[in-house]
């Protein structure tokens, strides 16, 4: 009888570390589970932020080269008043420069 006993328990010590290791075996799937899931959203979401980067890179390069073409083309229909305004801003950024070292 004593031996039975300790087979029975045996085997319910044994059912039960079974059960432990299929619950922490479950655990351990949907926490990979889920940093898949997480690992694709974050990827997703760089994604977008590239995109949405090279659209305003895009913008502003073309913003920049109507500014430049508009600067050009004021240059060479106003030569005399491009010297004059050059002047003053270099007189105004040389004026800033003195004043600041007193």
């Given amino acids: 009888m004593a031996t039975t006993t300790k087979t029975s328990t045996q085997d319910k010590a044994h059912d039960k570390v079974d059960q432990a290791a299929e619950a922490a075996h479950k655990g351990v799937d949907n926490a990979a589970a889920a940093a898949e ?6 990827r997703q979401v760089a994604q977008q ?3 949405q980067a090279h659209v305003i890179s895009e913008k502003a390069k073309a913003q920049s080269e109507r500014v430049s073409n508009a600067v050009g083309t004021y240059t060479k229909e106003n030569p005399v008043k491009s010297v004059g ?3 003053l801003a270099g007189a105004v950024v040389a004026g800033l420069l003195c004043s600041k070292r007193k």
Avoid at 37 to 42: A, K, L, P, T, V
Wanted: proline letters at 0%.
């Fill in 37 to 42: 899931r997480s690992d694709e959203q974050i």
């Fill in 49 to 51: 932020i590239s995109d």
């Fill in 85 to 87: 305004i050059a002047f």
